[in-house]
Every structure is written in C-alpha cells, then in structure tokens.
C-alpha cells in the first residue's frame, strides 16, 4: 500500500473511533433517519400509509442536513485546537491535506452510514421507486453531504470556537437549500434569477430524483468540494503562522 | 542533531523570538531555562515543526524544516505543554495511531508499541482511556507518543510540570535510560532536573538567547554558587540587556 494512503487509513481509523464511539454519532443518527421519516409518516398527524413517497422522503434530508451537519463539523478542527492536540497532527511527517482528508473521510463514512439506514424505507413502500432512481438519488445525496461536510470542515478550520462554526455552517446550508425560493418572494432581473436556481441544491437534485444523473450536477458538486478541502488544508498551514 | 540559526518569531507587535541561534549535538541532554512567557514553547514548537518561524531557519538532522518538513518531522518526537491527548482513545490506541502516521504496520508495529510500553512503564495501563489516567501515566503517556517511532531528536516541552516527587524520579530514570545517542532538548522550571539529566544549559530571556554553556560555565561566568542562582543573575542582567555568551 502506497505510504500515503497507509497515513490516511490510519487518520481515518483515529477520526472514527473517535467519532463511533461519542455519543454524538448514535444522537446523529437518531435525528437523521427520525427527522427525515417522522413528517413522511405523520404528514399530518395521522399514518398515511397511501401517500408514501420515496422522492418526498428524500427531499427532506437536506433540511434535516441544515441542523445536523453543523453539529458534526464544528467539533473537527475547533475541538483539535482546544484540546492543544492540535499539535501532534501538526508535529506528524504528514501534510496539512492528508490532516484534512483524514477528518473528511471520517465524517463523510459516519454520514454514508445514516444513508445506508435509510435504505430500508426505499425496500417498504407500496411501490418501489425503481433501481434507476434509487440510484441516482442517492448518489447525489452522497454528492451534496460531501459539500456540505467539507464546507462545513471549512468552516470549522477557520473559526474561532464551535459556536461560530456552528452558525456559520448552518447559515450557509440554509442558504444553498433555500436560494430557489428567493425569485419567487422578491423580483429579481431574469439573470439573478437564474443564477440562483442554478446555485441550489434542489436544481441539482431534479434531475437525479427523476432517474437521471447529469455530469454538470455532479461537477457542481465535486468541484467546490475538493475546493473546500484544498482551502481548508491552505488555512490550516497558515495556522502555522499564527498560533 | 538540531541546528537554529536567527530564529525570530512575531506575532502581530509582539516579538516571542528573537534572533536565536544554537545546535544540540547527539549524546546531548540540553535544558531550555527561561522565566513564563520567555518564548521556551513558542522556540520548541518552532523546532518541531508546528510553528513556522518568521524568520530564520532550523535544521533536524540535516533536514531544513522549511523546505523538508516532512523529512525533518519523521525524525522529530514531541512532548508539548501538559501533554495533549485524545481523552477517548487508549494508551495503545495512541501508540498504534502515532506510530501508523509515521508507516509502521503489522509486526514492525506491534514491536514498537510493546517496547515504548515496557520503557515507559505503561503497560499496565495500555487498555485505559487517557481521560482516565493520572497526570504522571499522562505525561508517561505523552513521553511514549514522542518515543513510539524512535527518533533521533526528542523536543520535551515541561513534561515534568505537575508530577509529585515519586513520578518525578520515574519520569527522569526513563529519560536518563533512553538519553543515549539521542539529541534531547527539554525545557524545565526544575534545577534539579537540569542537575540531573542535562549536560548543556540554553537560557531564553524575554525571547532572546541569553546565556548557554555548561552548569559549570554558566556558574563561573556569574559568580554563582549553583545554576539556579546563576539563571536568576543572567534573567536580572538580561533586564539590563548584558548578554552572556557561555561558550
């Protein structure tokens, strides 16, 4: 195994065990699949099993992501530095990156363990969805938790404390899962109007909902993942400088 | 071997380091004495590569920390200021984690962890928590981190502050037993952990370099009667700016 990747396995566990093991994760978990599932069943207080949806049950998560994915990232690097183990990642042979990926692929596995989960809801509805947009629905999925987990990384990398990353994270989320509906409350030129759908999550999971996955959607959402990553390990090595 | 040359570090006014040069020979136990706030840890995380300089250049084993970092690190072990851990993750967990970072795997592994165990006098409590540990299996802890990869070059920032007599004398036996061969720098508040284990002394001051030499260099050049009188006269005199070269 090439050396590198052999450092990121070992990160990778580290950030695991430290994650699995918090309560946070289970609490995590707990409040994905009941935050997602809990206004599908009791739509409206009462069960209706005729009006399951698989799309409409997919379309909360990124909501329900609004809450939880600051409360994952916010800990990464702002817990590091409180702590003062901040210093052993940094006194390591290690590059500011491999530090990075290693929190990344953690958070990332804890994340694509909730969507497993959620997988059984697609095996028990009266009508399966189909394999076409099972899978492309869950692929974008995976796509957007990369970004909002990686932003969220960054997020935390250049925050003071917790809190800030908190907000910050959730600020931005709200933003990109919400900026559709601006257009529609306020007037805008036609140009503003459409940037903002493009700049959406919701555009970007249209299609895949449909069955369909765009190689421009998945751009838009690798692209300013590896930027984020590729920023947070810059802002980490001019830490260097400055604590 | 660590070598520094004009080491300078500032923050925003605030100057911690200033102009500092020296080497650290192999064989050598060197303390780092130095009132609070005298820029000891912001020197020591500089030479481990945490800290960059802004400016001046430090040299691991050959190694330039600004243009190989990585290779300078891999020869480098650490123990920082009240010996950050993980407080989830086991003593061998910690081990397993440092030495992985530094390639070890399979048998090579398991051997390093259950020697730096044995030398640290933890392997009783390898299976515990950190979080559960006393401050002396704490810093033991922390001294094991530094060891588990072998290095060449140990940076011990006070890893005696806060132990009672009895882990005192235990945490010097053990790095009396490990000093051979290896380039030590240890800063300390103890004189009698300088008496004890150093050879060499450097004195930081106010984020300067303001003396170094031997107990007995240091002692004849002020007059002193033991080297804790002797650093006391060279921090007075440095408030003076008189600088005392001990070599």
């Known amino acids: ?243 | 071997m660590i070598s520094a040359s004009h080491l300078c570090k500032q923050y925003g006014n605030h100057r911690a380091c200033s102009d500092i040069s020296f080497e650290v020979f192999p064989g050598e136990v060197t303390a780092l004495l130095g009132p609070n706030g005298a820029g000891k840890s912001t020197l020591l995380k500089m030479l481990a590569g945490v800290l960059r300089p802004s400016s001046g250049s430090v040299s691991i084993t050959s190694h330039d920390i600004g243009t190989e970092p990585l290779a300078a690190r891999r020869h480098t072990g650490c123990v920082f200021e009240n010996a950050p851990l993980y407080g989830d993750l086991t003593v061998g967990e910690h081990l397993a984690f440092v030495a992985g970072m530094y390639g070890y795997s399979g048998e090579k592994l398991r051997s390093a962890i259950s020697r730096t165990l044995a030398v640290c006098c933890l392997d009783s409590v390898s299976d515990a928590p950190v979080r559960t540990l006393s401050r002396g299996f704490r810093q033991r802890a922390g001294l094991a981190l530094a060891l588990v990869h072998d290095p060449d070059v140990l940076i011990l920032d006070e890893p005696t502050s806060g132990l009672d007599p009895v882990q005192l004398a235990e945490f010097r036996s053990i790095v009396g037993s490990i000093s051979s061969g290896k380039t030590i720098l240890l800063s300390t508040h103890s004189m009698g952990e300088v008496e004890s284990l150093c050879g060499r002394i450097l004195m930081l001051s106010q984020g300067k370099l303001v003396g170094q030499g031997t107990i007995a260099e240091l002692c004849r050049q002020t007059g002193a009667a033991d080297i804790g009188e002797a650093f006391i006269r060279i921090v007075r005199e440095q408030s003076g700016e008189i600088f005392i070269d001990g070599r």
């Open chain 1, 1 to 243: 195994m090439d050396a590198r990747h052999a450092e990121l396995k070992t990160l990778f566990g580290k950030e695991c065990r430290h994650l699995f093991r918090s309560p946070l994760a289970l609490i995590s978990v707990l409040f994905f699949l009941l935050g997602c599932g809990i206004p599908h069943y009791f739509p409206l207080g009462t069960v209706t099993t005729d009006s399951f949806s698989f799309t409409r049950y997919l379309s909360r998560i990124p909501f329900v992501a609004i809450l939880l994915f600051p409360v994952l990232t916010m800990g990464l690097w702002t817990n590091e530095r409180r702590g003062g183990t901040d210093a052993i990642l940094f006194s390591m042979p290690v590059s500011d990156l491999l530090i990075v990926s290693g929190k990344f692929t953690a958070v990332f596995a804890l994340y694509l363990s909730m969507l497993l989960l959620s997988l059984p809801v697609a095996f028990t509805l009266p009508v399966y969805p189909g394999t076409g947009i099972l899978l492309c629905s869950y692929s974008s999925l995976m796509l957007y938790g990369a970004l909002s987990l990686s932003a969220g990384l960054l997020v935390s990398v250049s925050s003071p404390n917790q809190a800030v990353a908190f907000l910050v994270t959730a600020v931005l989320l709200l933003a990109f899962n919400t900026i559709q509906l601006l257009p529609g409350a306020t007037a805008l030129p036609a140009a503003a109007s459409f940037l903002c759908s493009r700049l959406s999550f919701a555009w970007h999971f249209e299609t895949a909902s449909r069955g369909i996955l765009d190689s421009r959607d998945i751009l838009f959402f690798i692209l300013p993942t590896a930027a984020c990553l590729g920023l947070s390990s810059v802002l980490l090595g001019r830490r260097r400088y400055r604590s």
